[in-house]
């Protein structure tokens, strides 16, 4: 394979679309195989999509016909807070602190901040409406670079959503924009601050408005 | 007639050719069983999803992958198997599928499933959702590299930059920046390797 189609094949990987045809040699494996395994350490994106897990259901309940129980449907699998727990825990494994897996992974996702070794933090919160509902969680964690992940799932919203973090000073940073499906969606990216300084973190809709937000201890 | 069998029931389950008429046989079935299709489904789509996932790297294949697996699997798959059994069924099942999905697109198999190696994907205490020491293993590799090799490589595969975007970061050209990655790929390979050795 020459360089031109490996990074064919890089660029598909980076914008998760599918691999596509191509012939490969034998000696192209080991780094098609690294390639692969890169995509495959960036946290948030090794869960399944709730609409694919809801929609295959339905298609093997249509295939085994009788076999399943026509009354039976799937229960919605809340993933939030094991989930966030797991990409915590792969954004710190990716970092290099294993430290950071175990203190998540055992406690319950709510405002705090987990000190881990070497400088490094990790700080979690949970959105929460006007009305107190709780409509998402946010994990912020110090490394080189820095990160954010958090899951959100407002009802009945469906567009593009904006993420703003409050710094303790007051000032805010805009991480970025993503869509929400059916309500929920998932969002991570690299940062360029202070994880110790941040003070909170918002959920704004195109039209400005704050439809959730978060506080972290 | 009495309701006690006469002879104990063996142990694995097997009839025995007696010709005892009123001898009960019990097959002993392990208790950790799946009792309808739904919850074989429930307690193995995310785990499966998870291996196909970190096996070809995208969304899109990862989904179809699994389906085929699912498909493939529900047909022939016996409920009185035990939870083991359907797990290894479901791997071996992923193992055929991920192999064949290669050799259609690639006409190589790049990665593989080894139901041995591989079960901790599907058996792995409820809870544990991070099966994989590959997170860990990623860091080990991206830390062996030299210092722009990690970068490009964390700007592609970890933020997904464009190339264009990375080159930006970088203050290169994107020319540049393709070289850069193509050689950084190949050493965090090699480094790979040697990790594996």
């Not at chain 1, 085994?64 to 699998?77: H, T, Y």
């Not at chain 1, 966030?84 to 996702?109: E, F, K, N, Y």
């Not at chain 2, 058996?123 to 990690?150: H, N, V």
């Not at chain 2, 490589?153 to 080159?167: N, P, V």
């Amino acid at each position: 394979m020459n360089s031109r189609r490996l990074s064919a094949f890089v660029d598909a990987l980076v914008a998760g679309r599918r691999s596509g045809n191509l012939r490969a040699d034998p000696e192209d494996a080991d780094v098609l195989r690294m390639a692969i395994a890169l995509r495959a350490s960036r946290p948030g994106d090794a869960e399944p999509d709730e609409q694919f897990v809801s929609d295959l259901y339905e298609e093997l309940l249509d295939q085994a016909d009788s076999r399943l129980s026509p009354s039976a449907r799937p229960v919605k699998i809340r993933r939030g807070r094991t989930a966030l727990a797991a990409v915590a825990a792969s954004i710190a494994l990716v970092g290099g602190t294993v430290a950071a897996t175990q203190a998540i992974t055992q406690r319950p996702v709510a405002p705090s901040a987990l000190q881990v070794p070497h400088g490094q933090i990790l700080r979690t919160a949970t959105f929460e409406t006007a009305g107190h509902q709780v409509s998402g969680q946010i994990v912020a964690y110090r490394s080189h670079p820095s990160w954010v992940f958090m899951n959100v799932d407002v009802p009945h919203y469906a567009g593009t959503i904006f993420c703003r973090l409050r710094a303790s000073n007051g000032t805010t940073v805009d991480v970025g924009k993503f869509e929400l499906h059916n309500g929920t969606g998932e969002f991570s990216r690299s940062i360029q601050v202070d994880v110790g300084r941040l003070r909170g973190a918002e959920l704004v809709t195109s039209s400005g408005s704050i439809i959730a937000s978060a506080s972290f201890a | 007639m009495s309701s006690v069998p006469r002879r104990s029931p063996r142990l694995d389950g097997q009839h025995t050719g007696s010709s005892d008429g009123d001898v009960i046989y019990l097959r002993v079935v392990d208790a950790d069983v799946y009792t309808d299709w739904e919850s074989v489904y429930r307690d193995n789509v995310d785990r499966l999803y998870r291996l196909m996932y970190s096996r070809v790297g995208n969304r899109p294949d990862a989904e179809d992958l699994t389906s085929e697996v699912f498909r493939t699997s529900f047909g022939p798959l016996r409920l009185a198997s035990s939870k083991g059994e359907v797990r290894a069924y479901l791997l071996v099942t992923a193992r055929t599928v991920l192999a064949s999905h290669w050799r259609r697109h690639l006409g190589l198999a790049v990665t593989s499933i080894d139901p041995a190696r591989d079960i901790a994907y599907l058996a792995e205490p409820p809870g544990s959702e991070q099966p994989s020491d590959a997170p860990l293993r990623t860091g080990t590799i991206l830390a062996a590299l030299p210092d722009r090799y990690r970068r490009i490589l964390e700007l592609r595969f970890l933020e997904t930059c464009s190339i264009k975007e990375a080159a930006q970061a970088m203050d290169i050209t994107v020319a540049n920046a393709k070289v850069l990655q193509h050689r950084a790929l190949h050493m965090a390979a090699k480094v790979a390797l040697e990790l594996e050795q």
